[in-house]
């Protein structure tokens, strides 16, 4: 997934896929990780609402992005024994 820039909104059809990368099952456990309702992320997912560009909600998105390909590129340069990956 291509990140998500600062002036973009995060439409459902980024956020659904968002919350699969992050291996979410349920809307439940998203609004947990997001520290947000549940009827949020239903209304996120469906459509009433979207994230828009600067918001603390758009920020947190970001930065769990970021962290998630920083992780996977560790993980990748540990199985190929590769140096120090930077941010």
């Known amino acids: 997934m291509e ?3 600062d002036d973009e909104t995060l439409t459902p059809e980024r ?3 968002f919350v ?7 809307q439940k456990e998203t ?3 997001l520290g947000v309702t549940q009827a ?3 209304n ?3 459509g009433q609402y979207e994230v828009l560009p600067r ?7 970001q930065a769990l992005m970021r962290e998630h390909d920083l992780i996977r590129r560790l993980q990748r340069s540990e199985r190929n024994d590769e140096g120090p990956v930077t941010p």
């Open 3 to 5: 990140p998500i820039r």
């Open 15 to 17: 956020f659904k896929a």
């Open 20 to 26: 699969k990368l992050m291996g979410w099952r349920t």
């Open 31 to 33: 609004a947990e990780a």
């Open 40 to 42: 949020y992320v239903s």
């Open 44 to 46: 996120l997912t469906n």
């Open 55 to 61: 918001t603390s909600l758009h920020k947190l998105v």
